[in-house]
Every structure is written in structure tokens, then in C-alpha cells.
């Protein structure tokens, strides 16, 4: 597993780390996002969609309240799913992520997955994101050995 670092120092920054990684991120891919609540997880999914040309960045929104947001482009849909309400595995299930995880043309974002670490695939990329201060973010990309290379990013 390889592990590249990153500070951004403002909202924009996270969002064009998210423009530059969504660039290494072929389809199909599962990508952890790990941070506390605030921790940018949001912000760094308005860059990757907005980069697929899924959606821009201002329509990207936390899918904490509805669970699931799906932003289709051209040639990726990008799921953005947040784990935070879901409490069981059986809820888990009712989303239906192995039709979205199994789809080739998916970029799958998801928001507290590891809450489930036994039902997340193995090959994925993990976005471990930290606030070190009022608008700076210390993002930490782990890398399973058959993920892309980010080291372009940023």
C-alpha cells in the first residue's frame, strides 16, 4: 500500500486536490473518505465530481439526510454515500451498493465506510482527510497495491 500527504489551507485547495486525484481515478473505483465531521470529506468530493464533469462544484452536497447522491457525466457517475445514519449491516444492503459498486462506469465516494470494513472490497483507494486548523486540512491518500498513482496530485 503506498501513502502520499497533502496540506491544503483553504476550502479551494481541497477542491483542487479533488480536480487533480479524480485524474488518477478510472472507473470503476471505490474510494474511502475518513475525517471527522467537517473534516473537508464534502469539499474534496465537489473536485472529483466537478473534474468528471459530473457536476459542479457548488451542486456537490453532503448526502448525510438522503444517503446517497448520484452526479452523472458524460462517461463517470460518481456516487457520493454517507455511512454516518446507517447502523446495521441490513440497512447497509437497502442501498444497493453492489449494483453501484458493480457497474464499470462508477466512481463510488463513500463517507464513513469504515464503519463496515468487512463489506468494503479490498481494492480501493482511502482519503483520510484532518483538520489542523480553522480553514487547513492535512489529506492523507492510501493506495491498495492495484490502485492508481496520485503522486500528480496537487
Aim: hydrophobic share 35%; net charge negative.
Amino acid at each position: 500500500m503506498s501513502t502520499e500527504q497533502f496540506t491544503t489551507h483553504s476550502p479551494e485547495e481541497t477542491i483542487s486536490l479533488g480536480r487533480a486525484l479524480a485524474e488518477k481515478l478510472q472507473p470503476p473505483k471505490l474510494v474511502l473518505l475518513r475525517g471527522d465531521l467537517g473534516a473537508g470529506k464534502t469539499t474534496i468530493t465537489k473536485g472529483i465530481a466537478a473534474a468528471f464533469d459530473a457536476a459542479s462544484e457548488d451542486d456537490v452536497t453532503s448526502p448525510t439526510f438522503t444517503l446517497v447522491h448520484e452526479y452523472r457525466g458524460p462517461r463517470v457517475t460518481v456516487y457520493h454515500i454517507d455511512l454516518y445514519r446507517i447502523e446495521t449491516e441490513r440497512e447497509l444492503y437497502t442501498l444497493g451498493l453492489d449494483d453501484i459498486l458493480g457497474d464499470p462506469n462508477n466512481v463510488v465516494l463513500i463517507e464513513w465506510g469504515e464503519k463496515f470494513p468487512d463489506l468494503m472490497p479490498e481494492d480501493r483507494i482511502e482519503i483520510r482527510l484532518r483538520t489542523t486548523g480553522d480553514n487547513s486540512r492535512e489529506i492523507e491518500i492510501l493506495e491498495t497495491p492495484g490502485g492508481p498513482s496520485c503522486s500528480n496530485a496537487g
